[in-house]
């Protein structure tokens, strides 16, 4: 829940801070967030910083899905953007959500969660090399 409510409240300002800092700074703020989150659960051990750590899915998740929706509406034609929206989103939700579980479950297989949340972080650090690269271009 905290989870939750920390990403509703980023994502109700992310169209400023869209308009301000820019998608790929955000993008880029988006990456390290969630991988300081799945760094801090991997080593936290008392429930209360364990709950806390959470409210960084709010910099992360609730910060990716917006630029992302905001950059398919930049980059498409106006009658392309609800169709290509809800694509974009049922990928995201759909495929993304199945293969981030399927893969989580093959790490459980072979270590335990905190190596399964290293993993998930060294991931995101991963992501962020897809942003880097576009600020130096354009």
């Keep these: 829940a905290v989870a939750t409510f920390c990403?509703?409240?980023?994502?109700?300002?992310?169209?400023?801070?869209?308009?301000?800092?820019?998608?790929?700074?955000?993008?880029?703020?988006?990456?390290?967030?969630?991988?300081?989150?799945?760094?801090?659960?991997?080593?936290?051990?008392?429930?209360?910083?364990?709950?806390?750590?959470?409210?960084?899915?709010?910099?992360?998740?609730?910060?990716?899905?917006?630029?992302?929706?905001?950059?398919?509406?930049?980059?498409?034609?106006?009658?392309?953007?609800?169709?290509?929206?809800?694509?974009?989103v049922s990928t995201v939700f759909g495929i993304g959500g199945g293969l981030g579980v399927w893969l989580a479950g093959l790490a459980l297989q072979f270590g335990d969660a905190p190596a399964t949340w290293l993993a998930m972080a060294v991931l995101a650090l991963a992501s962020a090399l897809f942003v880097v690269p576009r600020r130096a271009v354009g």
């Design 7 to 88: 990403e509703i409240v980023v994502m109700i300002v992310a169209p400023r801070w869209i308009f301000r800092v820019g998608r790929d700074q955000l993008l880029l703020v988006s990456a390290i967030a969630a991988a300081l989150r799945w760094i801090l659960l991997s080593f936290v051990a008392h429930p209360l910083l364990f709950v806390a750590a959470q409210g960084l899915h709010a910099l992360s998740f609730g910060l990716f899905l917006p630029v992302l929706v905001s950059e398919v509406a930049r980059l498409l034609p106006e009658n392309m953007v609800q169709s290509s929206q809800g694509l974009l």
